[in-house]
């Protein structure tokens, strides 16, 4: 009875490849949100979707496409990997937008490795 | 430009000991704050949340935290930690158009 859950927990990937990580939550929340950690742990927002709607789109490179095809799932596909790219990823959701959309409940994260 | 600051990356206690660990943020409005843990391996557990009213506020595992104005300041305490409360604590501020932003951490590790 997982309420925020990602696959695969672990990706390792060559240069170039293309990638996707799925998130999934099964809290009827609406608003469901992209993280990346990198490795001094630093958690910077990437997307934020409401109601499959894109909401927060940061300053994150075009490859990083993210897709919601409903309410409960919101993907992450990356085109072209860099080293760079190495993180964990987390995916997030939060019960709705607006004040009570602050408390968000987090995925297991997936850990990308690009050699 | 809105910001976290959590001004020790590292701190140790001894198990039993008392734990303050320390934010302080940079907001124009009203925030609404945060305390979250990440243990080894694990994504993050929001351990309690302040939006209005009493300035301190208790969590879950047995953490308080206190809202000061004056000082922008949110610090997270615990009376007497255990060894399973070493992990990676991060305080965030939310802001207005609905996204969090996070302070850098801080790691507890707890001596037996």
């Known amino acids: 009875d997982t309420a925020v859950s990602q696959t695969p927990k672990y990706l390792v990937t060559q240069m170039g490849n293309d990638k996707s990580i799925k998130c999934e939550q099964n809290l009827g929340h609406d608003t469901m949100y992209w993280y990346k950690q990198d490795s001094k742990k630093f958690l910077k927002i990437m997307f934020s979707y409401n109601n499959k709607e894109l909401i927060i789109n940061e300053t994150v490179p075009n490859r990083f496409s993210p897709k919601s095809p409903d309410k409960a799932h919101l993907n992450l596909h990356i085109n072209s990997l860099e080293l760079g790219d190495s993180a964990v990823y987390f995916c997030a959701s939060s019960p709705q937008w607006g004040q009570g959309a602050y408390e968000q409940y987090f995925g297991p994260g997936t850990r990308l490795t690009v050699t | 430009a809105q910001s976290v600051t959590q001004p020790d990356i590292h701190i140790t206690v001894s198990e039993g000991a008392s734990l303050e660990l320390r934010c302080n943020y940079s907001?124009?409005?009203?925030?609404?704050l945060f305390w979250y843990v990440q243990s080894p391996g694990q994504g993050l557990q929001l351990l309690l949340k302040?939006?209005?009213?009493?300035?301190l506020v208790q969590g879950i595992k047995g953490f308080e935290a206190e809202f000061k104005r004056s000082q922008s300041s949110f610090n997270l305490r615990k009376p007497s930690v255990h060894w399973s409360d070493a992990a990676e604590y991060f305080c965030?501020?939310?802001?207005?158009?609905?996204?969090?932003?996070f302070g850098a951490g801080t790691r507890l590790t707890v001596k037996p």
């Open positions: 302040y939006f209005s009213g009493d300035t």
């Open positions: 965030a501020v939310g802001r207005g158009n609905n996204d969090m932003r």
């Open positions: 907001y124009g409005a009203t925030p609404y």
